[in-house]
């Protein structure tokens, strides 16, 4: 089974930063993406950035110039480093993937980690 785990969520005042971690683990055959999308109370859950291996990083507009992505293909593990954090971005921050647990083209599938809340308020 393909597990993902984040953690760095947390409390911060507005203007502050928090990195957030995600690791993969379990069966894992190749990982197409790794990203992180986020949900906020009464909102549907939206993407925040995500990186294709061999690809770009990609981010939302309302993050560009705060938030960077990162990818260890390594240690099969996504950072979202967030600078100048905003009221607004207070929501849970899921980590995703895309991976095929073994060779078979089928057996692709998208996972999602628990989620991990991150708070911006003064």
């Known amino acids: 089974q393909v597990q993902l785990v984040e953690s760095g969520g947390g409390l911060v005042q507005p203007g502050g930063s928090l990195r957030l971690s995600c690791a993969a683990s379990?069966?894992?055959?190749?990982?197409?993406?790794m990203g992180w999308y986020r949900q906020a109370p009464g909102n549907e859950r939206e993407l925040v950035a995500r990186?294709?291996?061999?690809?770009?990083?990609e981010l939302a507009d309302f993050v560009k110039g705060r938030f960077t992505i990162a990818r260890d293909d390594g240690k099969k593990m996504v950072f979202l480093q967030m600078n100048n954090l905003k009221p607004e971005d207070t929501a849970v921050y899921y980590c995703?993937?895309?991976?095929?647990?073994?060779?078979?083209?089928?057996?692709?599938?998208?996972?999602w980690g628990q989620g991990t809340q991150v708070t911006v308020s003064s």
């Open positions: 995703s993937a895309g991976i095929f647990p073994d060779a078979r083209p089928g057996s692709y599938l998208d996972f």
């Open positions: 379990g069966s894992i055959f190749n990982i197409n993406y």
């Open positions: 990186i294709i291996s061999g690809g770009s990083p």
